[in-house]
């Protein structure tokens, strides 16, 4: 009894102790803050913001950056094709117009029916060599205007950019959101250059035409467009500015909105620095009557294929017979198409199912069908986020692509253009998702795929983890303001001509590739093992050649 006792006591003292030693040390020590944040008192201020394509894929991102800069006081301008659209969204960046938005069509790329290969990237690029003078001319002028400090310019076909702020001797940060021809690795590839993603286990000859023949191709195929530009450039007496595809070589930092995971890994150099993915702080809310049909259904399935999609009647067909068989057959429980550009006439009136009944289509696209509910608009992320969604059949855009990765929703995945194919095969590799293809597309294998990716444990396990993964490098947005102040910055010190940003910048892009790689020593190794070789060759033939000749020479003396 005693024992007990005085082991309670002493256990009770010992906390007391413990408890007091904790109050006595917080009561003597001061903590002070580091002062994370920096000084802004001297930073210059004023970013241009160039696109040239406008595209909400490229802007929205950009302005997900421009957010965090305006609150911490810097002055954004924004230099792009029109978007109505985007200027509603953001009334606090300054908007400037490069000219009318464009769509693929307007330059003869027809989406509906093909895919957007490197021929048509092609095309693209003589739009933007057609229009560089009226870009070049408006960037600079806008720039002097506003007294622009920097330039963060997104990199497609926007050339104009790089060069107006070349010519005005101020920073320039690019943007985009392909790795692809930013950092080129002979590991990895991409379907717009008729290649897989990864080239890890394709055979030598495969590798061979995926790092040299279709490069070359490619390089062939813009040589013109490329040599009309600096035909341009030089009538215009105007230095191409520095970011170039592949290595770029002096004073710029490259933002790339995409991470690791999603991107299949490879190493980057400093200056290119992944700050993916970009995601907005808010997003609309339900509509009242998505929020009805969602809160009904407890197995959703979304469909969205973006803004500029069209299929055949045909394809539009077999799609929307998929969803009534899905529903159907209890693969899901309600489904949501937002349908911007299709109309009735785009689908045949009835349809044939594979049981043999008919549908009429007319009905279910005024929504009289309880479970399948089409709309004009339908907030994305939103209803992605819903717990009820369970799947979502996309294009496969990157904006799509991130915010499904972001709220763990499987994917089935139909891409039709760019770089939708490429973000269909990492989504594939991430096991979050499987493809289809639009030359293809068939009921009972969209509904087998459907029924599988609901079913696979390791799909939804994989779709857990990237969701972690997406949500934690969607906080580098603030990074990438943060190194957009970093350059600012350090221009006020270092001329954009004379060292600027050697932090960032690896020997190896001044030593040249030979010294860089020690090629050089290991042809000198190279030359001593081959001399090595040779003198041990010569000598065992000298020595071989005396086995034989000396009994000869024997005979000889003998005859002698
Ligand atoms: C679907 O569209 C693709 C691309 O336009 C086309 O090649 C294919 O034939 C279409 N499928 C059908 C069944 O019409
Ligand atoms: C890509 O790889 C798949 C198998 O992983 C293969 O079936 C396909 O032919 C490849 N595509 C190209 C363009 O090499
Ligand atoms: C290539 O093959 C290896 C070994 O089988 C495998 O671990 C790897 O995931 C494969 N890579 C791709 C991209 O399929
Ligand atoms: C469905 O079948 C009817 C005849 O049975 C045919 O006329 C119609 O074209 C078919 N519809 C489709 C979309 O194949
Ligand atoms: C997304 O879901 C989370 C958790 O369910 C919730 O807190 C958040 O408000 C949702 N956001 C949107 C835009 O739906």
Known sequence: MIKRKSLLSLLVSLLLNLVLCVNVNTATQNFISRGVDIDRSNIPKNILFGSFSGGRGHVK????????????????????????????EYPT???????????????????????????????????????????????????????????????????????????????????????????????????????????????????????????????????????????????????????????????????????????????????????????????PSLTPELSVFMNKHERVLYVAFGTRFSATTDNNSKLLQSFIEAINKKIVDGIIWALVETSKENFYPTLNLSDGTQVQTSPILNNEHPHIH????????????????????????????????????????????????????????????TSLSISDLDVDDILNKMDSLLKDKNVKENSERMKVLTKINSKRKYRAADLIEYVLHASSFVDVNDDFLKEWYPAENRMGFIRAYDLDIYIILLSIVLSVIGVIVVKSIKLFRSFISSPSDDQKSKRE
Do not use: W
């Open 61 to 88: 991102p950009m302005l997900g950056i421009a957010e965090i800069l305006i609150e911490r006081g810097y002055n954004i301008i924004l230099l792009s094709s029109e978007n109505k659209e985007i200027s509603s």
């Open 374 to 433: 089409i709309t004009k608009f339908a907030p994305q992320f939103t209803v992605l986020n819903h717990t009820n969604t369970k799947l979502f059949f996309s294009h496969g855009g990157a904006g799509s692509s991130h915010e499904s990765l972001y709220t763990g929703t499987p994917m089935l995945v139909l891409p039709f253009a760019g770089d939708q194919i490429g973000n269909a095969q990492k989504l594939v590799t991430a096991g979050v998702a």
């Open 93 to 283: 960046v300054k908007q400037i117009s490069l000219g009318p938005k464009f769509g693929l069509k307007d330059i003869g790329i027809e989406v509906t029916n093909e895919v957007l290969d490197h021929k048509k990237l092609v095309k693209l690029l003589e739009l933007g060599a057609k229009s560089y003078k009226g870009s070049y001319e408006k960037y600079k002028s806008v720039a002097e205007e506003y007294n622009i400090d920097l330039f963060f310019c997104d990199l497609l076909i926007n050339e104009a950019c790089v060069d107006a702020a070349h010519t005005l001797k101020k920073p320039v940060v690019g943007f985009t959101s392909g790795l692809q021809l930013m950092d080129p690795k002979p590991y990895k590839s991409d379907p717009m250059f008729g290649c897989n993603i990864s080239l890890e286990n394709e055979s030598i000859l495969e590798r061979f035409r995926c790092n040299f023949i279709q490069p070359l191709r490619f390089i062939y195929s813009i040589y013109s467009v490329m040599n009309q530009l600096s035909d341009i450039r030089k009538q215009m007496n105007i230095e191409p500015g520095r970011i170039v595809f592949g290595r770029s070589s002096e004073a710029s930092l490259i933002l790339v909105d995409t991470f690791f995971g999603f991107e299949l890994p490879q190493t980057l150099p400093p200056y290119v620095q992944e700050i993916g993915p970009i995601l907005s702080e808010k997003y």
